[in-house]
C-alpha cells in the first residue's frame, strides 16, 4: 500500500462515454500528477498539479481534463476517447522540496477504449 | 526528447547472479532516481542519486551517477526470484519528470 489509491482499477469504455478516473493520496503531499503508460512506450507524464494549481500540461489533447478539487484528491475526466487512448492511466503524489522529489503511485486504472 | 533510456531493454539472470541496468539522459538534471514496476502495477521508488553524488547504496541496490556522460547504472547484487520486475530510471528537472521505457528483468529460480 503506497498510500495513493485509484479507482476504478479496470475500466472499458466505448468512444461516446463520458468517464472519470479517481485519485486519493493520503500521504499529505502537495504535488499530485497524471501519467499514460502505453506498451513499448515511455512513461509520459500527462498533467502535474502544486498545491491544487495546475502547473503543467504537457500538449495533452482537450479529450482528457483534469481536476483538482484539494490537494489530496485529482480526477481525470474523458470524454470521446480513441482506441489509442487505451493504456495504463497512472496517479503519482509528491511532496516537492529542494533536491528532492520521489513520487509514490497507485496501482493505476487499466483503460481500455473500444 | 529529455527521456532516459535504459539498457538493456530486457535481462534474463540467474537467481544469485547480479544485475546491471544502464540508463543515459540527455539534459542536466537536479536528480536521477531509480523506480521498479511489478507488471499491471505502479512504480514503486527505490533509490534517488542527487547530480552531485557519484555513488549510493541501499541494501542490495547500488546506484552510479556520472554527469559528464549523462548515464547512470542500477546493480542488483545477488538477485532473487522476487527481484523480477521492470525498472525505470527517471530525470528530475523542476516540475518536470522523464522515465525511460525500462528494463524487464527476469531473474529465473
Known amino acids: 500500500e503506497t498510500g495513493v489509491t485509484q479507482t476504478p482499477r479496470h475500466l472499458v469504455m466505448g468512444m461516446t462515454n463520458k468517464k472519470s478516473l479517481k485519485c486519493e493520496q493520503h500521504l499529505g503531499h502537495n504535488a499530485m500528477y497524471w501519467y499514460k503508460q502505453s506498451a513499448k512506450k515511455p512513461l509520459e507524464l500527462m498533467f502535474v498539479y502544486n498545491f491544487k494549481e495546475q502547473t503543467e500540461n504537457n500538449s495533452v489533447p482537450s479529450r482528457f481534463s483534469p481536476e483538482c478539487p484539494n490537494s489530496s484528491h485529482l480526477f481525470l475526466h474523458l470524454h470521446t476517447l480513441q482506441p489509442e487512448d487505451s493504456a495504463l492511466y497512472l496517479c503519482?503524489?509528491?511532496?516537492?522540496?529542494?533536491?528532492?522529489?520521489?513520487?509514490?503511485f497507485g496501482a493505476g486504472t487499466r483503460l481500455s477504449v473500444l | 526528447s529529455q527521456q532516459g533510456e535504459e539498457d538493456p531493454q530486457a535481462l534474463s539472470i540467474q537467481e544469485g547472479e547480479n544485475a546491471t541496468m544502464n540508463c543515459s539522459y540527455k539534459?542536466?538534471?537536479?536528480?536521477l532516481q531509480w523506480y521498479r514496476q511489478n507488471s499491471g502495477r505502479g512504480l514503486v521508488h527505490l533509490i534517488l542519486i542527487r547530480s552531485n553524488e557519484r555513488e549510493k547504496h541501499s541494501g542490495r541496490l547500488r546506484v552510479t551517477l556520472d554527469t559528464s556522460k549523462k548515464s547512470s547504472s542500477l546493480l542488483i547484487t545477488a538477485s532473487r526470484a522476487a527481484d523480477t520486475a521492470s525498472y525505470f530510471c527517471a530525470t528530475a528537472t523542476g516540475n518536470q519528470f522523464y522515465f525511460g521505457t525500462g528494463t524487464s528483468l527476469t531473474v529465473i529460480p
Open positions: 539534459t542536466s538534471i537536479n536528480n
Open positions: 503519482a503524489s509528491s511532496q516537492v522540496i529542494t533536491g528532492g522529489n520521489i513520487q509514490y
